[in-house]
């Protein structure tokens, strides 16, 4: 019996020695393991010496990009891709790191992160949200370079990756700005832009670089099918130094992932999948939707319009020669042309509208038709002028324009024009000769 209570005995001092043991090995009280995590962030941030590229989408809105450097003095400088100003001129807050249901890093004093958070609307945001972003962010890891947050009430991922020296002299000289506005300026000169997923089958791309709520800093990749439906993709994009990045892990179309915009040359830009593949991007004389698809009373235009004097550049028509004659009698008369526009205003009615100007009142001339549509020709009728004023039958709309469209049909397609800064221009060319045609840009009312 003596021997089986020494060996209970030294079976509890073991234990308790090897408990201990283990405790004083691998136990640390939590506020040791939250104060490593809190050095651990926080010289992670610091020792980056050229500073980091921070990618952030925002909740309701698109996505956006940052340049930061982080002192120990729980100072950082910003740059970003909101405004023109943020884009070239930096602006120095402070930021926390610390300790609350994780390790948190927090920007407590107003930047241009702040701005996706203001509650004021600032950028076009929503009252009392904005674009629903964080400016509190929950440590998740480090990833080599790379180091992840997690927004704490919207949920969204922030990624920071160290920047190389010539980025960070490329933010410093202000070069995120000239680098927006160069592929800015590509889409615009460019508007229909479109990749080649598979050979001859062309896939538009569409950026949307605008602050708005609902569709701004995104982009839309968009194939028209066999059977005229269109298969569609969207992302939330940032621009970045380099490139112009796809936010969430890419954007996935047709079984590939798309991660990026980036210039292979000077002139020539690209689409990148996670593969490293390329995707050169060309433009489309028209755009790639057919015109008679696009143009209805519910589609993704409804009018024709000519804005101004002139008429879009590049362009050959038997139209030029009725629209000179329309513009000589306003001048005759000391008139300004504002608009004309041909538009289908329900299922059956159209209307052509002509908004002039004298001295510095605004006047309407209008009448409406009856349409009807098959396949790509639309053929007028029942045409009537308008009983709200007197102005179409008084001479303010020349005899040969009102004849152009009394009773017609057109094919309806688009114009392609010589001058490569025109673009989505829409026409009626008259079913007989196809030489002349209306047109002027396709617009939505």
């Not at 209570?5 to 393991?33: D, H, N, T, W």
């Not at 999948?273 to 008679?292: A, C, H, M, S």
């Not at 392609?416 to 221009?425: F, H």
């Amino acid at each position: 019996m003596k021997k089986i209570l020494f060996y209970i005995a030294l079976l509890f001092v073991v234990v308790g020695c090897e408990k201990s043991s283990y405790v004083a090995k691998f136990e640390k009280l939590p506020q040791e393991r939250a104060a490593e995590q809190i050095s651990l962030v926080s010289t992670s941030l610091t020792a980056a010496s050229n500073g980091w590229i921070a990618t952030l989408p925002t909740q309701a809105g698109g996505g956006y990009a940052f340049y930061m450097a982080f002192d120990k003095e729980q100072g950082v400088t910003m740059y970003g891709d909101i405004t023109a100003t943020s884009a070239q001129t930096s602006a120095k807050s402070y930021y926390r790191v610390k300790q609350d249901m994780g390790t948190e890093l927090v920007f407590d004093t107003y930047n241009y992160i702040s701005l996706l958070n203001d509650p004021n609307g600032t950028l076009g945001g929503a009252n009392k949200i904005g674009y629903s972003s964080d400016i509190e962010f929950t440590f998740d890891k480090i990833a080599g370079d790379t180091m992840m947050f997690i927004g704490k009430k919207f949920r969204q991922p922030f990624k920071l990756v160290k920047a190389t020296a010539a980025q960070q002299t490329s933010y410093l000289a202000g070069n995120l700005k000239t680098n927006i506005d160069k592929l800015t300026a590509f889409f615009a000169a460019n508007r229909n832009s479109y990749i080649e997923i598979t050979p001859g089958i062309k896939t538009g791309v569409i950026p949307d670089f605008s602050n708005s709520l609902a569709n701004g800093k995104r982009i839309e990749l968009s194939t028209v099918n066999a059977d005229k439906s269109v298969t569609s993709g969207k992302a939330k994009i940032a621009n970045t130094i380099d490139e112009l990045t796809i936010l969430n892990g890419g954007l996935v179309f047709q079984g590939i992932v798309f991660v990026k915009i980036a210039w292979k040359s000077a002139t020539v830009l690209a689409m990148y999948d996670r593969t490293g593949k390329e995707y050169i991007i060309n433009n489309n004389p028209v755009p790639l939707l057919e015109f008679k698809d696009a143009f209805k009373f519910n589609g993704a235009y409804n009018g024709i319009m000519i804005s101004g004097r002139n008429l879009p550049a590049g362009i050959t028509s038997g139209w030029n020669n009725l629209w000179a004659q329309q513009i000589a009698s306003y001048d005759l008369n000391n008139v300004g042309m504002e608009s004309m526009q041909f538009r289908l205003m329900n299922a059956n009615t159209a209307k052509l509208e002509v908004w002039f100007v004298s001295g510095t009142t605004r006047y309407l001339a209008d009448a409406s038709y009856t349409y009807v549509i098959n396949d790509d020709v639309i053929t007028l009728s029942n045409y009537i002028p308008s009983v709200s004023n007197t102005n179409w039958n008084n001479g303010w709309v020349v005899t040969n324009v009102k004849n152009y469209f009394i009773n017609a049909s057109f094919r309806m397609s688009w114009v392609p024009s010589s001058d490569p800064s025109v673009s989505n221009i829409g026409g009626l060319y008259k079913i007989g000769d196809l030489t002349n045609f209306y047109y002027g840009r396709a617009i939505k009312n």
